[in-house]
T-cell receptor, first 110, second 115 residues
């Protein structure tokens, strides 16, 4: 399958901004997604961006897409302790397949 | 967003037995359902894609005879782990997508423990 890579850990203080990065290799990506997974739970869709967009903002979340470099980022403003979770990026391609990154564990310190 | 449920949420079984996991879309018709497997502290691995009324498409390395998938209706898909062994212990997550949709809605997952 295609490669989707993320850094494994990120630690921030409550109130700071968090930026989670993701790189992918698939040139035929149509949509790119960010999911949140809390311990023992399934995945919750946070936001997604169409591949011809370069930015999408949704309340505290900002997604930036650099299609040339195949780089996706998720910025969480005013990070709260409740944001502590694992965040997965995923790309969806023309072959109707989703490929997930390894997940970034976000730890928010009070 | 749309709701997807899974049943059971946790199952423990003896080695050699078969286990069926259900995935239901509660408020929309899911033309496509996906089954994933997640090992501890790892990402999701796509096992198979199933379209309603068709045979499932399995990813490379996934045994079709071991992981039986049925998608007989627009709201229900089942995954049966046949002759389960301890190495099949994992977190199994399904997701569903409606016709023409680009969002994938995930179930809460089923934790399978094979003794």
């Amino acid at each position: 399958g295609e490669d989707v890579e993320q850094s494994l850990f990120l630690s921030v203080r409550e109130g700071d901004s968090s930026v989670i990065n993701c790189t992918y290799t698939d040139s035929s990506s149509t949509y790119l997604y960010w999911y949140k997974q809390e311990p023992g739970a399934g995945l919750q869709l946070l936001t997604y961006i169409f591949s011809n967009m370069d930015m999408k903002q949704d309340q505290r979340l900002t997604v930036l897409l650099n299609k040339k470099d195949k780089h996706l980022s998720l910025r969480i403003a005013d990070t709260q302790t409740g944001d502590s979770a694992i965040y997965f990026c995923a790309e969806y391609n023309n072959f109707n397949k989703f490929y997930f990154g390894s997940g970034t564990k976000l730890n928010v310190k009070p | 967003g749309a709701v997807v449920s899974q049943h059971p949420s946790w199952v423990i079984c003896k080695s050699g037995t078969s286990v069926k996991i259900e995935c239901r879309s509660l408020d929309f018709q899911a033309t496509t359902m996906f089954w994933y497997r997640q090992f501890p502290k790892q990402s999701l691995m796509l096992m198979a894609t199933s379209n309603e009324g068709s045979k499932a498409t399995y990813e490379q390395g996934v045994e079709k005879d071991k992981f039986l998938i049925n998608h007989a209706s627009l709201t229900l898909s089942t995954l049966t782990v046949t002759s389960a062994h301890p190495e099949d212990s994992s977190f199994y997550i399904c997701s569903a997508r409606g016709e023409g949709g680009n969002e994938q809605f995930f179930g809460p997952g089923t934790r399978l423990t094979v003794l």
